[in-house]
Every structure is written in structure tokens, then in C-alpha cells.
């Protein structure tokens, strides 16, 4: 039982709750329309199909990677800080294995991204080890690991066979003038929100995240769920990886450095609560595109890239803030 | 001439949402005296005695410090008024030495650095009234259960308390621990310290108390002198009168032999359980707390690994392999804390309804299937208010409980294992969750009930075994549970009193 008075702790728990509904639900919208209205206003070129297109494409891989991480958020394991070293990884393998063709590449590249999340997933799932501590230092021995087997070099496709070419190509497909990528995000999130809503799994990873004991001790195998949402985590984070290698024409190792933090930040704006089981992945792609838009916004004002660090980090600090903030005032809702 | 009185509460009242904790409480507390707080689980003691230390600033009512009327919202303003309160779990910091911890708030210092040699002095000081020779330099977590709750009542006395509350300080103590614990607070008596002492083992307060206040279901039922007291007569207070109730009518004999466990052990938490389950048959354990009955029903449905044993429902083996996979046998388990193992509280009630069947079947039920299921629970269970969509905490306990028991009775088990399932609800729900229990029985299934609420367990149950350490101890049948229901309590009591 809270300590709080009864009226007021029924206030300030429905604010609460209030931010994160607003938040994950259509009100990320909101904040996405508010961003057009200021872009149209900060500059004249900002909604050309062009520009609303320049929006979409610098975000559509941290859209890959957000789409796969609200699993991890959702089962009440905060985040997968991994992220970095496995799309590094990822990019680098399916760039040294194209001589198996593209297929064989893609097929590996996945494969050590997945090998990444199994690792993970049983620490973290069945021995339960703290998912912060652990994934940060999967991310230094992965990073540590790329620079020795490389020598600290770049690896570049081979263009001899023709699977370079269809590599480089994965990434600058195009279809009726929307990018291949693009459509990709679409279906991801549309997977994943059936995943989400619709199957058992969905309804058990829910249950964990908001309340893991009681999952326990409903049936749910709760070590399983946890363990199936890192790997669907890293599945999306290595699709990112071998796109941005695709995209870069290289695998290196600093490929992927800031989405772990950029994906966080969509996640959270997106309405997932770090506490576990609320989210959806309507409210995570809102988020994604609230990034995008940030951005381009910011670059159209003239701010270097830096300053725009400054700036996400700043919001980031302000949305965590937030919801933490009306969720003490509320005490938890489930006390 | 100091009033003789040293606290007087009037009508004070404390609700959280959906239940009264305590209702109108008038209590008066002699200057001097060990007054005793008893009543059983849920009676209201400790939510009484977390108002007079100033855990709430909701309460209603009014409370008289030394003839004066005093409005106590917060702990700091509690020891203001000279009050100091010892809680059931122990609130020390392992890590830090003993004079920190007893210290606390008011760290003796020089300069910015902290006064190590006048910490220690005055630790001592304060270690000395509890009469405990330890190194104050020494850090908590090296001391024993008994001599950390010594520390915690040093740390009271530092403050120089007029009145000194402690909630159920014996429960983790051997008899020796106890008995230098009275021994303790017959001296804080002669110094004039007024004591409060919060319990529901009978031979300790009569031990202790020259008075005894019993609270039940949120009021008191009386205060009475110790000595002019009987036992009985106190029992009878604390539990209600059982002939009050309505009676549960049960329709049928039980059968044959459905559900038999042999030689069921984890090691350190019970050894060699053996014992069988009729059909339509409820069997009760009883106990005390950290006898091993939560561990067993843990075990029974393969949430916790076993050591050795096996199960078998109507001759067929059952591999406890995992929850699921006895859920899917047939067993299913109503866990004892609702808030934490039981409900997801955040989640909607429909969504709670649903997710041991779809645990159980590893699919899940369509969108229709799931409101039908809600609608069906729902009603049998007389669910108020039966909104599919309402999130559990908004629901009262007894409504809470009620969902609980209509999830499980969802996936249809043949053996219903309920642990403690009525604790903490109103009359009201426990009344339709024991026709249901009851009715599942009657169609033939086997239950196993848990309870430390003997009443329920003397109501309910058709024999009834007796577990202590770890061990089925006695078993009972039906005519000796109705008639020695209440003896039944007073020796569980006294067994471990006098045997510990």
C-alpha cells in the first residue's frame, strides 16, 4: 500500500499515466505534426516531397533497429547496449562472406548478429544478470574483438563476383521513388506489431515485463520471453547493421556508433516505459519519425551536428524526466 | 501532576482505496504501562501503529499527546512527540557500522569530518540500555537477527522516547532471545518508558502486558486488564465467533484416491511430505508462517525445482518439470501475494482473467472467446465492478482476490492448490470464494488449502495436516478440526514457544 493520500495519489497517478498515454498513444502524432508546422515555418523547402523524404531516410535504420529494441524495453529489461558492436559486427561479417554470394552473405551476417542475442539472451534470460551491465560490456569485448580480427582496418566488398554491386545496391533499391529501406521499416513494424498484439508470445512478453513474478507464477515460461525478446532485438539490429554496411560500401567497426542512444531515446519518446510491459510500436515508429524530424530541422536551421547531439541528449534528459517525475509523484501504479 | 493518560486516539480512521484499515478507533494508552495490540493478520495493528509513527497524513480522528491534542503526519513530527517505533522487518543498513546505524540523523562531528571516537561513546551509551557488548565500530550485517534488533531498539532509546512501539519484535527470536527481550522491556519499564507492544502469540503478552487491546477487521472489540482475562475468551475476540458465519454446505462425500504425493523433499525447506487427495476432497495446511507450506505448493506446481518425490493424479505420473507443464496435467496454483505474484496490477482485469489460460494453452483465445470468459468469471465470482477493461488496482482487495481465484478457475484444473486465498479481503468475498472453493470441490476435484486464517481452514477443509519445519506433523479429521479449531491455535502457538 502507498503512503500517499487517496485523492491525491488518484490525481497524480492518472497524470501519470496520462504522459505515457499521450506518449504512446496517438499523441507522439501530435508532437510529429507540431515538428511539420515548425519545419514549413523554419524553411520554405521543408515540406517538398524531397525534403519529407530526407526526413525519413536518415532515421529508417534507427527505425530498424528502435522497432526490435521495444521488445527488450517491453520485457522490463531496460535496454540492449550492445547495439553498436552488433550492428558493427554484422556489417563487417556479411561484407567478408560475400564470396558465399549475397544470399550467403546476408545469411551470415544475420547469423552473427542472432549468435550476439542468443549470448544475451541466456545471460541475461536464465542466468539473470543485470541486462545494463552486461550488454555494455558485450558492446567493449564485441568493439575489442572487430578491431583485433581486423587489424583495425576497414573491410570493403568485393566487387569481382557482382555480389558487391547487388550488395551496395540493398540499401539504394528503390521502388515507384520510395526507398527499398523504407518499405522494409514498414514491414518490420508491421510484424512486429503483430507479434506484439496478436500472438501468445506478445501477451506473455506484456505480462513479464509489467510484472515478472507474476508471470512466473502463471505459466509463463519468463525466462523464454526474456531471452526471445534479445534476439529479436538483435535480428532488427543486424538487418540495420548489413543495411549500413550496404550503405557505407564498408564494414568498420565504428559503423553504428550512436544508435544505441539514438534508439533509446525513439523508444522512450515513443511512449515504451522503461519500467516494462506499456508500448506500442505505432508510438515507437512516431518516435523514430519525431527524431527524424528533430534533425532535419535542426540541419535546415543551420546547426552542426554536434549542437544536435547536444539537443537530443537535452531531450532525452527532459522526457525521461517527465515520466519519472509524475510516476513519483503517483507512486507506482502497481503498489 | 502529569495525565495519566499519555495517549488518547479518538475515532481515528485510515482507508486505502477500497478497504477501511481502521475504523474509529478509540484507544487509550496508559503513562508506564505495556499495553498489547493484538488481533489477526489484517486486523488493522500495524496500519494503528504506522499512523502514531507518522507513516500517513491521511488519517481521520484525533490523537491526545500528554492532554494535547497533536496532528502527527510525518516521522520526524512522531519523534517529536517522543514517539519511537521498532518495525516488524528490521530498517538497518548492513553495510554500516552499528554507531551509524544508531546514530543516524544525528552523527556527532568536527569540522566536515565525522566524530569517530564521540560515535562510538555515545553508541555505546545507547548499547548499554539493551545490555548488548559488541563493538559499535563493527558493521550491522556481522550481527545475528537478535542482536540487530537490539541495535534497533538502541537506536529507539538514543532519542529518548516516552513511548516505544514494537510490531511483532519476537518473530524471528528463539525462547532465549525472547526472554531477554522482556527481560529488556521490564527495565525500559521501571525507567518510565511507556511500551506498545503489537502481537498475536498469546503466552507473550500475557508474559508482558498489564493490558490488552483487541482489534479486529479494523476496530476494537475491547480493552481488558491481563490478569482479568482468560486465553479463550481472547481468541474468541481476535478470530470473531465462527457460529456468526454462514456455513459452507458441501454435497458430496469425497470419492477415491484422485491425487497422491510421496515423499516429496527440498531439502532445507520440507522433507518426506507424503499424503493423498480424495476426489471432491479439501484438504487443509495448517502452520505457521515459514513452516514450509508456501515452498510445497511452489514445488506441487513446478515453479521451484524438487529435490526428490513424485506425484500422481488418478494413477498417472506427473513430471514437474516446469508450471507449465503441470498446469497442463491439471494443477493450478493460486499464489499467496496477490499484489506481488498474484495480479499484474498495471494490466487490465480482463487481461489478468486470461493469462494462465493462455499460458496453459500456448495460444491465444480470440477476442470474443476472452470477453466470454471474463463475462463467465465475472458473474460466478460476483465481480464488482464487473468492467472488463478496468485496471487491477483500481479494484478493491476482496475484488482483487476474486480475480485471482476466477484466472486460475479458468484453466480448469482438477487439483487447485490455494495459498492463503482469502487474506486481507472483506466478509463479503470470502463468503462467495469459499462456495466456490467449495463447489469445486463438489464437482469432484481435489483442493489443497493452505490458510493461515483457521477459521477458513476448520470451515473449509475435510481433514486438515499440521506442518512445522518443514514436516507434516499431525493430521486431523473433520469432527476433531470443528471442535479443537481454536485449541488448534493456541498450540501451533505454543509449540513453537516452548519447543524453538
Not at chain 2, 480475480?403 to 484453466?411: F, R
Request: aromatic fraction near 6%.
Amino acid at each position: 500500500m502507498p503512503d500517499q493520500g487517496a485523492s491525491g495519489t488518484v490525481i497524480s497517478r492518472s497524470d501519470a499515466l496520462r504522459v505515457r498515454r499521450f506518449l504512446g498513444g496517438a499523441g507522439i502524432y501530435v508532437v510529429v505534426l507540431l515538428l511539420l508546422l515548425i519545419g514549413s515555418l523554419v524553411s520554405r523547402d521543408f515540406l517538398t516531397s524531397g525534403n519529407l523524404l530526407n526526413i525519413v531516410r536518415p532515421v529508417t535504420l534507427l527505425g530498424i533497429v528502435a522497432v526490435g529494441l521495444m521488445f527488450v524495453t517491453q520485457s522490463g529489461h531496460y535496454v540492449d547496449l550492445s547495439i553498436p558492436a552488433t550492428m558493427a559486427l554484422s556489417g563487417m561479417v556479411a561484407v567478408s562472406t560475400l564470396g558465399l554470394g549475397i544470399a550467403g552473405s546476408v545469411v551470415c551476417g544475420l547469423g552473427a548478429g542472432l549468435l550476439v542475442g542468443l549470448i544475451n539472451g541466456l545471460l541475461i534470460g536464465y542466468l539473470r544478470l543485470n541486462p545494463i551491465i552486461w550488454t555494455l560490456a558485450m558492446n567493449f569485448m564485441l568493439d575489442g574483438l572487430l578491431r583485433w580480427s581486423t587489424g583495425g582496418n576497414q573491410v570493403y566488398p568485393d566487387y569481382t563476383t557482382g555480389a558487391g554491386d547487388v550488395f551496395v545496391q540493398l540499401s539504394r533499391f528503390e521502388t515507384a521513388g520510395v526507398p527499398g529501406i523504407t518499405l522494409l521499416l514498414a514491414g518490420l513494424a508491421g510484424v512486429a506489431h503483430l507479434l506484439a498484439r496478436c500472438t501468445c508470445f506478445g501477451d506473455q512478453l506484456q505480462l513479464t515485463g509489467s510484472a515478472y513474478e507474476v508471470a512466473a507464477t502463471s505459466g509463463v515460461a519468463v525466462r523464454r520471453v526474456v531471452m526471445l525478446s534479445f534476439l529479436i532485438s538483435a535480428f532488427t539490429t543486424a538487418t540495420a547493421g548489413i543495411l549500413l554496411a550496404s550503405l557505407s560500401k564498408q564494414g568498420t567497426f565504428t559503423n553504428g556508433q550512436g544508435y544505441d542512444f539514438n534508439a533509446v531515446t525513439a523508444v522512450v519518446i515513443g511512449g515504451v516505459a522503461l519500467t516494462g510491459g506499456v508500448g506500442t510500436v505505432f508510438g515507437v515508429v512516431g518516435g523514430v519519425l519525431v527524431m527524424g524530424l528533430l534533425g532535419n530541422i535542426m540541419t535546415l536551421a543551420g546547426w552542426g551536428s554536434f549542437d544536435q547531439m547536444m539537443a537530443k541528449g537535452l531531450l532525452f534528459v527532459v522526457v525521461v524526466a517527465a515520466m519519472a517525475c509524475a510516476t513519483r509523484r503517483g507512486g507506482r501504479e502497481d503498489e | 501532576m502529569p495525565e495519566a493518560y499519555i495517549l488518547r486516539l479518538s475515532a481515528v480512521t485510515k482507508s486505502y482505496p477500497g478497504t477501511l484499515a481502521v475504523d474509529g478507533v478509540d484507544l487509550t494508552i496508559r503513562r508506564g504501562e505495556v499495553h498489547a495490540l493484538m488481533g489477526e493478520n489484517g486486523a488493522g495493528k500495524s496500519t494503528l501503529m504506522k499512523i502514531l509513527a507518522g507513516s500517513f497524513d491521511d488519517y481521520t480522528g484525533t490523537i491526545e499527546i500528554d492532554g494535547r491534542v497533536a496532528r502527527i503526519s510525518s516521522p520526524a513530527q512522531a519523534k517529536a512527540h517522543g514517539i519511537e517505533m521498532i518495525h516488524q522487518e528490521l530498517s538497518l543498513a548492513g553495510p554500516l557500522s552499528i554507531a551509524e546505524n544508531i546514530l543516524v540523523g544525528r552523527l556527532p562531528r568536527r569540522g566536515v569530518f565525522l566524530d569517530g571516537n564521540a560515535m562510538a561513546v555515545e553508541a555505546r551509551r545507547c548499547l548499554d540500555q539493551v545490555g548488548l557488548d559488541v563493538n559499535p565500530r563493527q558493521a550491522v550485517e556481522m550481527l545475528s537477527q537478535h542482536e540487530a534488533q537490539l541495535v534497533e531498539i538502541a537506536r529507539a532509546l538514543g532519542n529518548n522516547p516516552a513511548v516505544l512501539v514494537m510490531d511483532e519484535p519476537t518473530s524471528a527470536l528463539s525462547r532465549a532471545e525472547t526472554n531477554r527481550l522482556f527481560a529488556i522491556i521490564e527495565r525500559l519499564k521501571q525507567r518510565g518508558v511507556t511500551i506498545i507492544y503489537v502481537s498475536h502469540h498469546l503466552p507473550e503478552v500475557y508474559q508482558i502486558a498489564d493490558r490488552i487491546t483487541v482489534l479486529r477487521d479494523g476496530r476494537k472489540i475491547a480493552t481488558v486488564a491481563a490478569e482479568e482475562v482468560k486465553p479463550w475468551s481472547l481468541v474468541e475476540m481476535m478470530i470473531g465467533q465462527p457460529a456468526g458465519q454462514a456455513r459452507i454446505e458441501r454435497r458430496r462425500e469425497p470419492g477415491r484416491k484422485r491425487f497422491r504425493v510421496r515423499n516429496f523433499t527440498r531439502s532445507g525447506f520440507f522433507h518426506d511430505i507424503r499424503f493423498f487427495i480424495r476426489a471432491g476432497e479439501i484438504l487443509g495446511i495448517g502452520g505457521l508462517a515459514g513452516a514450509g507450506r508456501t515452498e510445497l505448493a511452489r514445488c506441487l506446481s513446478g515453479v521451484d525445482p524438487l529435490d526428490s518425490g513424485d506425484m500422481m493424479l488418478d494413477g498417472r505420473y506427473i513430471e514437474p518439470t516446469s508450471m507449465r507443464a503441470c498446469m497442463k496435467q491439471g494443477i493450478a496454483y493460486l499464489t499467496e501475494d496477490r499484489k506481488r505474484q498474484g495480479l499484474a496490477l498495471r494490466l487490465s482485469a480482463l487481461t489478468n482473467t486470461a493469462n494462465a489460460v493462455h499460458a496453459k494453452r500456448g495460444q491465444l483465445l480470440s477476442r470474443r472467446e476472452r470477453r466470454e470468459l471474463f463475462s463467465r468469471q465475472a458473474a460466478q465470482l460476483q465481480l464488482q465492478p464487473a468492467q472488463p477493461q478496468r485496471q487491477m488496482v483500481q479494484f478493491s482487495g476482496g475484488n482483487q482476490q476474486k480475480v485471482l481465484l476466477g484466472k486460475w478457475l479458468a484453466t480448469a484444473p482438477e487439483v487447485l492448490i490455494l495459498d492463503e486465498p482469502t487474506r486481507g479481503v472483506d466478509v463479503g468475498a470470502k463468503q462467495v470464494i469459499h462456495e466456490k472453493i467449495a463447489q469445486l470441490a463438489d464437482r469432484g476435484k481435489c483442493v489443497l488449502l493452505i490458510s493461515s486464517d483457521l477459521p477458513e481452514l476448520a470451515t473449509l477443509s475435510d481433514r486438515v495436516m499440521i506442518m512445522r519445519k518443514g514436516r507434516f506433523i499431525r493430521e486431523m479429521s473433520k469432527t476433531e478440526l470443528s471442535e479443537n479449531a481454536i485449541l488448534l491455535a493456541a498450540n501451533a502457538d505454543r509449540e513453537v514457544r516452548f519447543h524453538a
